[in-house]
């Protein structure tokens, strides 16, 4: 089976404007979840989405929000990006009790 | 509240056993893991340990848990160059099924 998969593998983007990073997970998994890492904080959760659903979300403003697609693809946008938001955003998917984490987004703001 | 602490270096060397530590707050905790970070590059799951259970041995690799004490450990035999990377800690909190509270992350550094 195909890992899970990211896109784009990395992003320069300016303060102000907004992103959308994409996640495919392994083929039959149905939940994703995504988190940011980044030096200071480390792996924070973001949300987690499950057959279109949001089931959990964690600490961060309302400028991060995601989606999932009826094929279980996700997607995460956010707008108005600030330089802290600099960061490897990284997407899971979960098969019973484990998640199988992608290589990463890598976004950098300006 | 959900908390994960971990030593933040360890250097071995080549042969030798490593071992990680971890400890957590959450009691609640039902499955704890261990990620492995390479540069540049995602998540690796290692291996998961169930609450229930105080050891699992797959291949190099033993996790010891200590629910009353609430420490993890990972147990890295005949550590090679290869195992250079940073291992992560992590509980599957209860505030859901799917988040993950992780620690700060141990750098391991194999020399020979």
């Known amino acids: 089976k195909a890992g899970v998969t990211q896109t784009p593998r990395y992003l320069i983007k300016t303060r102000g404007q907004q992103v959308t990073l994409s996640c495919s997970p392994i083929?039959?998994?149905?939940?994703v979840s995504w988190y940011q890492q980044t030096p200071g904080q480390g792996l924070q959760f973001l949300f987690e989405?499950?057959?279109?659903?949001?089931?959990n979300k964690g600490n961060f403003p309302g400028r991060f929000s995601g989606r999932q697609f009826s094929n279980s693809r996700s997607e995460m946008n956010v707008s108005t990006l600030e330089l802290g938001d600099s960061a490897l955003y990284l997407c899971?998917?979960?098969?019973?009790?484990?998640?199988?984490f992608g290589p990463g987004t890598r976004l950098l703001v300006l | 509240g959900e908390d994960v602490e971990q030593s933040l270096f360890l250097s071995v060397r080549e042969g030798d056993s490593s071992v990680i530590n971890c400890t957590y707050t959450?009691?609640?905790?039902?499955?704890l893991y261990w990620y492995k970070q390479e540069p540049g590059a995602g998540l690796q799951l290692l291996t998961y340990?169930?609450?229930?259970?105080d050891m699992k041995q797959d291949q190099r690799l033993t996790v010891l848990l200590n629910k009353k004490d609430k420490h993890l450990s990972l147990r890295i035999a005949d550590t090679q160059t290869g195992d250079s990377a940073i291992y992560f800690c992590a509980e599957r909190g209860s505030g859901g099924y799917n988040k993950l509270i992780f620690g700060a992350g141990t750098r391991l550094a194999v020399h020979p």
């Open positions: 959450d009691s609640s905790s039902t499955y």
């Open positions: 083929s039959g998994h149905r939940s």
């Open positions: 899971a998917s979960r098969s019973q009790e484990t998640q199988y």
């Open positions: 989405y499950f057959s279109e659903t949001q089931r």
């Open positions: 340990i169930f609450s229930n259970m």
